[in-house]
């Protein structure tokens, strides 16, 4: 069974930053698609950043572009997301997600067949 393992979530302070990881079992990321996703409390998901062998990397919302940056480490398997001067809009659960059966970014959820668990990131003073 293919998972996900999401991890460096935590409690920031505004302008702060985090790494987040995301670490496939079992399966070699090299040829999926990865996105990132969030869910805030009481919003919908929204796709935050994508990685894909054939069209790069892509941010999605305008929020973020500038100080997000999504990265890929073959030789580590991983896929991280640099999250540099967060916001306290920025809290959020985040997840990430796989597909390969669509080779080209997406920041639509429905489009990944595989997700992590999620890490919470809580940016406050």
């Known amino acids: 069974q293919v998972q996900l393992v999401e991890s460096g979530g935590g409690l920031v302070q505004p302008g702060g930053s985090l790494r987040l990881s995301c670490a496939p079992s079992?399966?070699?990321?090299?040829?999926?698609?990865i996105g990132w996703f969030r869910q805030a409390p009481g919003k919908e998901r929204e796709g935050v950043s994508c990685?894909?062998?054939?069209?790069?990397?892509?941010n999605y919302p305008a929020s973020v572009k500038g100080r997000f940056t999504i990265s890929r480490d073959n030789a580590k398997n991983t896929v991280y997301l640099q999250m540099n001067n967060l916001k306290p809009e920025d809290t959020a659960v985040y997840y990430c997600?796989?597909?390969?059966?669509?080779?080209?970014?997406?920041?639509?959820?429905?489009?990944?067949?595989?997700w992590g668990q999620g890490t919470q990131v809580t940016v406050s003073s």
């Open positions: 997600a796989a597909s390969l059966r669509n080779r080209y970014c997406s920041g639509y959820g429905s489009t990944y067949e595989y």
């Open positions: 079992r399966f070699t990321l090299y040829n999926y698609v």
């Open positions: 990685t894909s062998v054939i069209d790069g990397n892509t």
